[in-house]
């Protein structure tokens, strides 16, 4: 695998490939050494158009516990604010040597034409593209729904997952139900019909529209952000009426079985699609799953930088890798 652009480039063992790198270098950073040699000399250019705090960071944070060199280039303020276009970008990070890209784009679409061979000879990670998809974000979602469930092994046949709210502009709900379902769960789709797009019959997942009918059904719920700089329609009548119908509050939380686990791709909207007392509660993972990515985005850079699989990594020391 040269690149991650979708959760399609990715067959099931390629996916419990990464997880299972993931649980070992979750592993080896608990350890005094927490930065390892795998990545020296290698660099990595963080390419965001779209503002995330949170991705970019975990990104870096991975980048350089592997101890490659990080470049974090912004789109405001530099030359593609100027007009440059995205190949003449890309040809200039590839003159700097850059061996992997992980862009995030507001177009859908971005990191696939970014990764033409001929723009490109180094890795490409796609860090989300418009609607489209965020594979990484549903890597560190299903290796956290695994650890809190299924101790760190094996897939997730057996388990249902609900998905619920802004589906329509969701590229994490798009990424989450092609890898969920790779791996072997029911996925549930819970939205009202505005915010489900054109042809959500053809992706396999359940549709429902009342959040009350599915709860007691999960063993883990993913409450999705409303995004508001995404909506140029009014897709609900008001935020209050929404919270009503689909945000996970404290009430919702009783109808939870008591192993259920509440997740959330960050950031959140508090007291619209979640309550706080639900996001703090001892059910929410959503803490998790940020420090689980920086261990799934390390496996990812890993597998794609290093040369190299779990079993090398599984048979070496912190300090020889």
Avoid: C
């Avoid at 690149?3 to 608990?30: G, P, Q």
């Amino acid at each position: 695998m040269k690149n991650l652009l979708s959760i399609n480039d990715l067959s099931k063992a390629d996916a419990l490939e990464i997880l299972d790198t993931a649980v070992e270098l979750s592993r080896l950073s608990e350890n005094t050494v927490r930065k390892f040699p795998t990545l020296r000399g290698r660099t990595v250019v963080n390419l965001f158009f779209e503002d995330s705090t949170r991705t970019r960071i975990s990104f870096e944070a991975a980048a350089k516990r592997l101890s490659a060199d990080v470049i974090n280039f912004s789109a405001k303020g530099s030359s593609l604010s100027k007009g440059e276009s995205l190949k003449d970008t890309a040809l200039t990070l590839q003159a700097m040597g850059a061996d992997a890209v992980i862009i995030r784009h507001s177009a859908s679409g971005a990191a696939h034409q970014l990764a033409r061979q001929e723009w490109m000879k180094g890795s490409v990670i796609n860090a989300g593209d418009g609607t489209h998809e965020h594979p990484t974000q549903a890597l560190l979602d299903a290796f956290t729904i695994r650890r809190r469930l299924r101790a760190d092994s094996g897939d997730l046949t057996g388990l249902s997952v609900g998905i619920v709210g802004d589906v329509l502009h969701s590229r994490v709900a798009r990424s989450n139900v092609l890898l969920l379902q790779k791996l072997g769960a029911e996925v549930i789709l819970v939205a009202p019909p505005t915010l489900l797009p054109v042809g959500v019959d053809s992706w396999g997942a359940q549709v429902r529209y009342s959040l009350d009918d599915v709860l007691p059904l999960v063993d883990a719920v993913m409450m999705l952000r409303v995004q508001r700089e995404r909506m140029e329609d009014l897709f609900f009548p008001t935020e209050r009426e929404y919270s009503r119908n689909f945000g996970l509050n404290l009430e919702r939380m009783n109808r939870l079985k008591n192993t259920a686990i509440v997740m959330h791709p960050g950031p959140m909207n508090r007291g619209l699609e979640i309550s706080a007392d639900s996001a703090d509660s001892h059910q929410s993972v959503i803490v998790e799953q940020v420090a689980n990515g920086v261990s799934v985005r390390m496996s990812v850079l890993y597998l794609l930088l290093g040369g190299a699989t779990a079993r090398d990594l599984n048979l070496s020391s912190a300090g020889g890798m």
